[in-house]
């Protein structure tokens, strides 16, 4: 929460109210053409490279539907928990924007590809369903581009890179009660989309962006307030701030006296503030009406099933197989399941070690520990599935202690050679063997007459002192329950 303005509720008035907070998310299709046209839409191109007739609305250029996007679409749309509707329909959606060409964005209406899902979602507080009204295809726009040229303040540029891309829309109903739910609500959603394959929902590259529609109402009111919608937020973070932001808002109006009118609101990032950007438009506005040049989306029962039985395994039944197979904490489960490449490879980690809680904690511990000081992505680490199963077996087998093995990591993390290379070339397997450590031991009981003596008076806790000292001789390498057996041996035979 950015500091406290004027015109901001305070935390005691802000809780004699109820947010209610509805998402609609809009999530790009993982094609490699565009929705209605051949041309590509890979991010970062440069401007205008990715265009087609279609896509600049040139006179007479017609559109015809990119099959791949509707199958990815369906398959979202069962992740989701939706009815797939047998008929759907493609209307336009009219309205003037520099970066929409043709004057009309397609888009789908009153017959929406997916109706009545829902996902279940669990925050720190509690866990509960929220449904799905529906989602719909549709395509996106261009993008207008205000800074980054030399005539920046006078001009603005259009890049239609974008338009065409193919998009699903996924509108939530305004079950959540809180900017925590929301977070969890768009965790759950992006994992289960990336799972079924629909998108990589990466947010920097603008494949996952969320409006947030808000409202208050006094506790135990029994109707909605009036909402604003927070346009195109792109991180988790800022739908968390602009959620409360505009919660602390519209508590201090109506606290005031006031009225909050329903409005499009923009997110201020750098000062974590949202401002009315225009009164909201009904959709009668738009115009809407049938798409004359795409025939209705018939998807038929036979696809639908194929469908259904491709779809990868999402991250609800992952979670409870993670549970069952792995017998890991529920916790657990959730953090491996975070995306496909961290299940993946902690899966194939766990085959390695032979010790899949083992596995589980040096995923969570050392390596996404490593992985995020080093800025890298689980499918970017210098350190294999197998070789880090390969290192928690040496734990496992005793040549290495946990100690250790953290030095040996670190080394395997900075060079990427394997666990066994390192111990080998630094020597610096664990020391079980009594006969190696005999020597060692008599040594430092010789050299430490006081402390035997002190021992032997009873003071037991000395017993500390000559263990620190046989792992200091041997640079931490020996095993510290061996070394500990041996000196009482020693010490009371
Ligand atoms: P529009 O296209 O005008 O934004 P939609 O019906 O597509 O309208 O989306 C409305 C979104 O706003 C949905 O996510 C819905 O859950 C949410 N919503 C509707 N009424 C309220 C309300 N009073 N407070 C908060 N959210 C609301
Ligand atoms: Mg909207």
Redesign the pocket.
Known sequence: MPALEAGLADPATIAMYEP?????VHIQLKTRTKIFSHSTHRFGQSPNSQTDPVVLGLPGALPVLNQEAVSLAIGASLAINCRVNGFSRFARKNYFYPDLPKGYQISQYDQPLAEHGWLDIRWEEGSKRVGI??LHMEEDAGKTVHDGYSDSPRYSYVDLNRAGAPLCEI?????MRSADEAVAYLNELKQVIQFSGASDCDMEKGQLRC?A???VRRLGDPE????S?IKNLNSFRFVKQAIQYEIARQVAVLESGGTVFQETRLFNTARGTTTSMRG????HDYRYFPEPDLPPLVVTADRLASIREELPELPPAMRARFLEQYRISEYDARVLTSSVETARYFEQAAKSAGNSKAAANWVQGELMGALNAAGKNIEESPVSADALGGLVALVEQGTLSGKLAKQVFAKMFATGKSAKEIVKAEGLRQISDAGELDGIIGKILDSSPKQVAQYKGGKKGVLGYFVGQVMRATRGQANPRVANQMLRKALDG
């Open positions: 209610v907070i509805g998402l609609e009204t529906r509108v939530s109903e305004p079950d409006d529609n808000i409202s909605f307030g009036t909402r919608e909201k438009e009904d959709s």
